[in-house]
């Protein structure tokens, strides 16, 4: 049923571990690759005679980039273009041992170049662009922003990306505080939960922007992880049953199974924005306006210190969406990637 290839990783050789598709898979091709005692799964799916390929990093750390094969967004690109969605160590649907002394940023970069070698091999004729989203934003800034990683790309999409923490904090900070009084304005008004809210800022006023997970609980009770999510499941519903028992998912793929307090110190600390100014590729920092996980002004603050010429970056801020436009403005999102990877890839 499957033919299982194995392959070595030496110090200057790449090697990976590859099989073909199996029964869950009616589509594109599926690899594992075996690095430094993970095995990430990479799937590339889509218009395989398309002659670019998007390789996608997911946010989190902790998510998957397997839930992008659902997104009505992501699904409209892949009628286009061969799009590669992969899921970073300790995320999904990876494997492997758990080694916390390699659950670091630096890691990540590191598996995030022997992925992208991987897809340069197998596919040696692709024109590369790279979309990172969320905390995937901020690694694909870390490796396309190191050893000339971007040379090897004709661009790349932010896709309401983190960067630098600290500010990210603030941000947060400032875009619930400022709607907090709204809400308590209202009628019949949780007063004691928007209350609290102020209370823990008062109490917390540098959070991290990892290790503390409340202000991303108080940005979803105001609507800023989504900006209609009723609506985006009525038009295009996560098959969650399906997922978990009639495919190769399982609820490790919602879960992040190896969260902790102190791993999460180690993301709090980033701050890449040296590594923004070593990027000069077409670059596209698209974003949800509304956005309150990583709000908008972190756009305008990745515009200013990218080191692309004006000519070939741009900050698009989508309307009536938040953190998520590859569901929340499908078809906008869609338009914007295209439009971009349409200019840029001869």
């Keep these: 049923m499957k033919a299982i290839i194995t392959l070595t990783l030496f110090t200057v050789v790449f090697l990976f571990t590859g099989c073909n598709k199996a029964e869950f898979l009616n589509e594109g091709d599926f690899y594992y690759l075996d690095h430094k005692g993970a095995k990430l799964p ?3 799916k889509g218009n395989m005679e398309s002659d670019v390929l998007l390789i996608t990093v997911h946010g989190g750390p902790g998510d998957s980039g397997m839930e992008q094969t659902i997104a009505k967004g992501f699904k409209y690109l892949e009628d286009d273009y061969a799009v590669a969605h ?3 160590r300790y995320s999904g649907m990876s494997q492997g041992y758990y080694d916390k002394a390699k659950h670091t940023p630096e890691q990540y970069i590191e598996d995030t170049e022997m992925v992208v070698k991987l897809l340069q091999q197998k596919y040696p004729n692709k024109k590369l662009f790279m979309l990172g989203h969320s905390w995937g934003g901020q690694l694909a800034a870390g490796y396309l922003g190191r050893d000339n990683h971007a040379a090897n790309f004709k ?6 990306g983190s960067i ?13 505080l400022d709607r907090v009084p709204a809400k308590l304005e209202e009628e019949n008004a949780d007063v004691a939960f928007w209350q609290h809210i102020v209370d823990w800022y008062d109490e917390h006023p540098n959070p991290g922007n990892y290790s503390e997970g409340l202000p991303y609980i108080y940005v979803s009770n105001l609507g800023g992880d989504a900006y209609n999510w009723e609506e985006v499941q009525a ?3 996560t098959p969650y049953i399906e997922l978990i028992f009639k495919s190769m998912f399982s609820f490790s793929f919602y879960t992040d199974a190896f969260y902790d307090k102190e791993t999460m110190q180690k ?3 980033l701050n890449y924005t040296p590594e923004l100014e070593n990027i000069s590729i077409p670059s596209l920092i698209l974003w949800g306006a509304d956005d309150g996980i990583v709000p908008v002004g972190v756009a305008d603050y990745v515009y ?3 080191g692309t010429p004006a000519a070939d970056k741009e900050v698009v801020k989508i309307p009536e969406c938040c953190h998520g436009p590859q569901h929340d403005q499908p078809e906008i999102f869609y338009q914007e990637v295209s439009d971009f990877i349409e200019t840029y890839k001869n």
């Design 42 to 44: 990479v799937w590339i």
């Design 86 to 88: 992969w899921d970073q």
């Design 155 to 160: 661009g790349w999409i932010d896709l309401d």
């Design 164 to 176: 630098y923490g600290d500010l990210e904090s603030q941000l947060m900070k400032e875009y619930i």
């Design 235 to 237: 038009d295009n519903p």
């Design 267 to 269: 993301w709090d600390k």
């Design 304 to 306: 200013d210190h990218l």
